[in-house]
């Protein structure tokens, strides 16, 4: 079943033209990573698929059900009540953890499964605890985002994405804001969820993790999909502009 299908999806910011056509599935289960340059759309793609961002033109759909159609060249969205269910197939993990810093690490994660979703606190708790356990952070339930290191927070981040049971999880370069040796851990919870079958599209610099997580390849530049693949496709491409690009993570 493709659990997000994006159609002829365009997107500009006044005359900047920065989805130009841009059309993807995700199957059940699969890991999507997309890859290419800074400035190449990767981040507003996301934002799109995840309706930051409203598309211009174009379609979008989650389990088959349809968010937005394309009508008359403009992207026409269904009503608000709609998406609102729509929103909760999915999860969005950002680059800078966006954690409340006022919330201790507990109440960030159960904030949204109670008050969005309208879940009893005791079942929200003891999830929010084996979430936490999952992310090896037992002992820091009542920690206060400050108290944190980013990799850490980045994990919280991830177990209050999951706390809302979604569908699919979307990754925006998690660990570009971490220092180097705190990268690691993230992109070892990534492998987990993913061995687990978590369905994730995840915007990312590590090539090699791409290369050995990812089940589908996304090479975007200017706007375009300019290929994809399996990994072993994508990294083996003789395109001159894909050479160049992996030829720097060598
Ligand atoms: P990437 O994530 O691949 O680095 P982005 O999607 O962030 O690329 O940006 C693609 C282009 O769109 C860049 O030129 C960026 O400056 C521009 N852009 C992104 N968001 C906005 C915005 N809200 N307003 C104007 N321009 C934007
Ligand atoms: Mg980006």
């Known amino acids: 079943m493709k659990y997000l299908e994006m159609k002829h999806v365009k997107k500009q910011f006044d005359s900047l033209e920065v989805l130009k056509d841009i059309s993807l599935s995700v199957e059940e289960g ?3 990573a997309i890859i290419g340059p800074s400035g190449s759309g990767k981040s507003t793609l996301l934002r799109c698929a995840t309706m930051l961002e ?3 033109d174009g379609e979008l759909y989650y ?12 992207a026409v969205y269904q009503k608000p009540a709609v998406l609102k269910k729509m929103r909760q197939y999915y999860g969005l993990v950002f680059q800078n953890f966006n954690l409340f810093p006022h919330y201790s690490v507990l109440k960030n994660i159960i904030d949204a499964p109670i008050h969005v ?3 009893k606190k005791d079942e ?6 084996k979430l936490l356990d999952q992310m090896g952070l037992s002992d820091k339930a009542d920690a206060y985002p400050y108290q944190l290191s980013g990799g850490q927070q980045q994990r919280v981040s991830i177990a209050r994405a999951l706390a809302m049971n979604p569908k699919i999880l979307f990754f925006d370069e998690p660990t570009s804001a971490l220092d180097p040796e705190l990268t690691g851990e993230i992109l070892k919870v990534i492998q987990e969820l993913a061995a687990m079958h978590m369905t994730m599209v ?3 610099h590590e090539m090699e993790f791409a290369r050995k997580v990812a089940n589908h390849i996304i090479f975007m530049e200017n706007g375009i999909i300019l290929e994809e693949g399996t990994p072993d496709e994508v990294f ?7 050479l160049s690009f992996l030829g720097k993570f060598k």
């Open 63 to 74: 389990l088959g059900e349809q968010a937005a159609k394309s009508e008359n060249g403009r």
């Open 30 to 32: 699969e890991v999507t």
């Open 117 to 119: 979703q309208r879940r």
């Open 202 to 204: 995840i915007v990312t």
């Open 236 to 242: 083996s491409s003789q395109n001159a502009r894909i």
């Open 54 to 56: 409203e598309m211009d």
């Open 124 to 129: 929200v708790g003891e999830q929010a605890m």
